[in-house]
């Protein structure tokens, strides 16, 4: 069957190369019982290039079924796929099938194949290798002869990287790669879909038919539709239903399509999670603040080995603000229950034949972030005189955060 005649036999609409060219490896893995590994965006279309490559095979007269692993609650994703038997778990009063055993000598199609939990997926690998797999609760070892077409959304080498999926299942799975084009990477088929859309819902609805103005065409090209053809269907819905004039303008197509210009701004922090950012935040803030303190250290160090330890009185002229910055911060610490080195102040005469060898002593900085947060803290609280409204505008955090971190640090 040429590609023509399966965009016909399944409504596939556009002429794109890339598009040509999935449709194309489809039907050439399609006689075969190879596992095919589909990847692309959501709303895609990678469901029906799964029906492609079942109803070109043998097993066409077989079952085919079509899950969605994403939405299967982890403790019960087993039981769906391999089945289980009477009394395995709580709520198990009899034996059950899973979709592995109903769909024998058919196709199983795993959408989202990438939430899998680990434990399934060992399983999932053996069946692929050896099409055995045991049903929960059972010790009897089950045969199934089923072909597996995989989808997903996200990339799987990555989560492979991370360790979400194991290395050897990606592989077996991905015998044959294809991947479906996102609609931003075929313009040309946009305004061919949506007119197919827009026939029809008119004649779903029975309203008069949509005609698009030529900026409108030229809106729908030039927008990058992140939720591919779903969400170029549900729009064409929309014009229908709600659109009064129809001959449509790019003004009034503005309606319905997103503006993008705001969607690339920065995504606002919803309540329920600004907690969890502000703390972020101040870590983030900790660890700049340490590495500027240690440049700063490196470069006073620098400057007293260049003058041999000789002119101290040099080295504090030429670096005022940071000898000042440093005994502010050791002088607030003495005021805690905890002992600390006390540093005399700099700005007394320091003769130029002072003895560093034997006077000086080292003092080693904590890099605890509790500490550092605590200091912070500290600061903000004495800079406003206790005011805690004020002290967390200062650190960027809310009040609530704030009285909780000064009630786990018992300061």
Partial sequence: MDTQSIKQRFGIIGNSPLLNRAID??????????????????????????HIIHQLSARKHGAFI??????????????????????????????????????????????????LPLGTQARLLRILESGEYLRVGSSKVQKTDVRIIAATNVDVYDSVK????????????????????????????????????VSDFSNK???????????????????SWPGNVRQLKNIAEQVCVLEKDRNVSAQALLNYIPNEQNNNLPMAVNTASKEDFSERDILYKVLFDMKKDMVELKKLVAEIIQ????????????????????YQEVDLNNHSSEPTLTIKHPSQNIPNDFNYAHD????????????????????????????????????????????????????
């Fill in 360 to 411: 000086a002593e080292e003092v080693e900085e904590s890099l605890s972030l509790i500490d550092k947060e605590s200091d912070l803290i500290k600061k903000a609280l004495k800079k406003h005189k206790g005011k805690r409204k004020f002290a967390a505008q200062e650190l960027g955090i809310s009040e609530r955060t704030l009285y909780r971190k000064i009630k786990e640090l018992n300061l």
């Fill in 205 to 223: 609805y029975r309203s008069p038919g949509i005609q698009l103005e030529n900026d409108a065409v030229q809106m729908l090209s030039n927008y």
């Fill in 307 to 326: 003058n041999g330890g000789g002119n101290m009185a040099h080295v504090i002229a030429d670096n005022p603000q940071f000898i000042n910055q440093l």
């Fill in 25 to 50: 490896t489809a039907s050439q893995v399609a006689p075969t019982d190879m596992s095919v590994l589909i990847t692309g965006e959501s709303g895609s279309g990678k469901e029906v290039f799964s």
């Fill in 162 to 197: 991370k360790g979400k999926f194991r290395e050897d299942l990606y592989y077996r799975l991905n015998t044959v790669p294809l991947r479906i084009p996102p609609l931003r990477e075929r313009k040309d088929d946009v305004y061919l879909l949506f007119r197919k859309f």
């Fill in 66 to 115: 079509a899950v969605n692993c994403g939405a299967i609650p982890e403790g019960t994703i087993d039981s769906e796929l391999f089945g289980h038997e009477k009394g395995s778990f709580t709520g198990a009063h009899e034996a059950r099938k899973g979709y592995f055993e109903v769909a024998n000598g058919g196709t199983i199609f795993l959408d989202e194949v990438a939430e």
